[in-house]
């Protein structure tokens, strides 16, 4: 039977894919659950995935044309490069080069799926997903080297649009053309012919790893032109770990921030090197800042670089068809996957780079690289000689997102009779903030944000949720439906004062968030959801299978897993939150954990682990119904969404744009758990989200 058939929803989706990277170290996505939505065929393919992750791993070879990148204190080491990235031999080439074509250059994680998009818009131009063809002499080579990746679907996906067909009868044609040894440029031909007339754009930002890869455009082609799409390398190395771009390399490197370092470097340079060599009619450098922060001038530039005229279709990227999903239903975009979790152009995302603290500083090379697109460097141009202070220098060390600025204090209240852990931060006369955390999350986890914000001026509150932290539990007569967290969210907001508070939801605690506010809007002043959930389409089982699986869990209590000591358990927190630094994922299993004969266990109720006793809806509101509390709402909202963040599915963002029109849509680096992955940026948001 299908996995939403037997009752699981993204909650649940979220657990499963902690659950594999805890005990299988396997790092799955929601998109890979809905793809094999039975328990067999998702099995099949978890084994799968487990040989191909797990196995001894593969020699990699620098590339002499890079040189090395030098890293701080002196180190040097060679850039990996991906088994598709060392060109073959060229064989020998028709006399007739193909017709010009575009190439768009970047590294990977600067934007260039933004700009093909808008590109795509131009009726004289194609502007297909990634091709991954320059490297190869054979359409049969490419397929080889790419078999086991998402990335020769991008050809796949070109030649469903040229000749527009399904995903079964291009592949049939590729099949044919592999079978027949038909040659890359060859390829390349066919595809310009099919686009009859348009110009066609090749943007595989892998191709600017290898100098060699990139003079093999000159040898295919006469007249190529090429636009250099450079990003602040703050925000590409950010970017590149978060979204775990390393698998590229096909590695688990010690230091990923330095290898994405070595990756922004080494792609940047070798573009440069080759622009070089052509002439200055051929290629065109455009910073990713410049695109976001005023679109139509760069956009303007670009079509007269190309030689065609401006088309005002270049400056709305999310409207029409311009190839942004997967050939088929199920698969991943080849593009970036979180191109369609946004709406539009979004001009903050310039400054990204501000809030961005890397674990290192970036090497000289880099720095003088930076230097020529005009990007200041804050971290590496603070004086060598200005010390700071000894909880700030330990900070830096611990996270690259991670800057405590205050204490937090804990107090216990009664709430409905039951005892609640209040976590605070800042003056207690500063303008309130209340955060409400996630189902299994904890107050402290907002330590962070709250810091940032307590800086500001600001008393931020969080409290335990029943049953999680060091809140009490719900009891054998009590439960953790949605009515029971709401009823303690309603009488906490009663006791706060007078004033309207700021009300900030990460998660399940985004959902109770955005229904206290469309109920009680006098007690909210704005409202800010970070990453919410959207309950399931429609009930998950039949009443009477619903029943029998909570009679079942009230039935048998399950019992606690006893770990050896809280450096296990901050071992645990780690590998399910591998962005946490060490004394930070320490700090919070002494928080969440007691001692018992034997070790420890978590402080949480652990029915909040089954999902048979945890309703979003608990019977009262589905999904049509939440859809109308949200239009309800009349308090200033901002949805915040992680850039890396597979969590909601396009048809959940759809549905908060539709029912959430007036709210202000932002997006930050990180994934799902933002107050933890990126709480500096989040508290910047939530002090700038005023009415």
């Known amino acids: 039977a299908p996995l939403m058939e037997l009752g699981i929803d993204s909650l649940m989706t979220v657990e499963l894919l902690a659950l594999c990277k805890q005990d299988l170290d396997l790092v799955l996505y929601p998109r890979e659950v809905l793809a094999h939505p039975t328990v067999a065929a998702l099995s099949a393919y978890v084994a799968r995935e487990l040989v191909r992750v797990h196995r001894p791993a593969a020699s990699v070879r620098s590339d002499p044309g890079l040189g090395p990148a030098e890293l701080p204190g002196g180190a040097v080491t060679d850039l990996p490069k991906s088994p598709w990235q060392a060109p073959a031999p060229l064989e020998p080439l028709p006399t007739r080069r193909n017709p010009a074509m575009v190439f768009l250059l970047s590294a990977p994680r600067s934007g260039s799926t933004l700009l093909r998009v808008m590109l795509a818009g131009h009726p004289g131009l194609f502007c297909p997903p990634e091709l991954h063809l320059l490297p190869f002499n054979t359409l049969e080579a490419q397929g080889a080297a790419l078999g086991y990746s998402y990335l020769q679907e991008g050809l796949q996906r070109a030649v469903m649009e040229l000749l527009q067909v399904n995903a079964e009868q291009a592949e049939a044609l590729l099949s044919d053309w592999r079978q027949h040894q038909t040659t890359v440029p060859a390829v390349y031909d066919k595809l310009q012919q099919m686009a009859e007339g348009r110009l066609l754009v090749d943007k595989s930002p892998t191709y600017s790893l290898s100098l060699e890869t990139l003079e093999r455009a000159e040898q295919m082609f006469e007249g190529a032109k090429y636009i250099h799409l450079v990003r602040h390398p703050y925000a590409v190395i950010e970017s590149f770990v978060h979204n775990r771009m390393y698998k590229i390399f096909d590695l688990e490197p010690e230091e990923p921030y330095r290898l994405a370092e070595q990756v922004w470097q080494a792609c940047n340079q070798n573009i440069r090197t080759f622009a070089n060599t052509l002439d200055a009619d051929r290629h065109y450098t455009l910073r990713y800042e410049d695109l976001v922060v005023d679109p139509e001038p760069a956009m303007r530039g670009l079509c007269a670089f190309l030689d065609l005229p401006f ?59 930076a230097t020529q697109f005009s990007y200041p460097l804050p971290q590496e141009q603070a004086t060598a000689s200005a010390s700071p202070t000894p909880v700030l220098a330990e900070a830096v060390s611990l996270s690259p997102h991670y800057v405590p600025l205050g204490a937090m204090r804990e107090e216990e209240i009664l709430l409905r009779e039951r005892p609640c852990c209040l976590c605070h931060w800042g003056p207690e006369e500063g303008p309130l903030v209340l955060c409400l955390h996630g189902i299994l999350e904890h107050g402290a986890a907002w330590d962070g944000v709250a810091m940032a914000l307590a800086d500001q001026g600001y008393h931020v509150i969080a409290p335990d949720l029943r049953g999680h932290g060091r809140s009490a539990h719900a009891g054998s007569d009590g439960g953790y439906q949605l009515l029971d967290f709401l009823g303690d969210l309603d009488s906490l907001t009663a006791t706060l004062g007078s004033l309207p508070v700021v009300l900030v939801g990460h998660s399940m605690g985004a959902v109770l968030g955005a229904i206290l506010t469309s109920l009680r809007p006098e007690r909210v002043q704005r409202l800010v959801l970070v990453e919410p959930v959207v309950p399931a389409p429609g009930p998950s089982l039949e009443p009477a299978a619903q029943l029998v699986a909570h009679l079942n869990a009230l039935a048998n209590s399950p019992q606690p897993t006893v770990m050896a000591s809280v450096a296990a358990a901050t071992q645990r927190l780690l590998a399910l939150k591998p962005y946490l630094s060490q004394p930070l994922a320490g700090a919070m299993a002494q928080r969440l954990s007691q001692a018992l004969e034997g070790g420890v266990v978590w402080r949480s109720d652990l029915r909040l682990q089954t999902r048979t006793t945890l309703s979003l809806s608990g019977g009262l509101l589905d999904r049509q119904g939440y859809g109308q509390i949200l239009r309800g709402i009349q308090r200033p909202t901002t949805v915040i969404f992680g850039q890396s963040s597979q969590f909601n599915r396009p048809e959940d963002l759809a549905f908060l744009q539709e029912n959430l029109p007036q709210a202000d849509q932002v997006s930050l680096v990180g994934g799902h758990d933002l107050p933890l992955e990126t709480p500096g940026g989040l508290a910047r948001i939530i002090s700038e989200s005023r009415p």
């Open 311 to 369: 088309d005002p279709a270049v400056l709305t990227p999310y409207e029409g068809r311009r190839m942004t999903d997967g050939v088929t239903a199920q698969s991943m975009a080849v593009d970036d996957p979180n191109f369609r979790q946004r709406s539009r152009i979004e001009a903050h995302l310039a400054k990204i780079w501000q809030g961005i603290q890397l674990p290192h500083r970036l090497s000289t090379t880099s720095q003088a690289l």
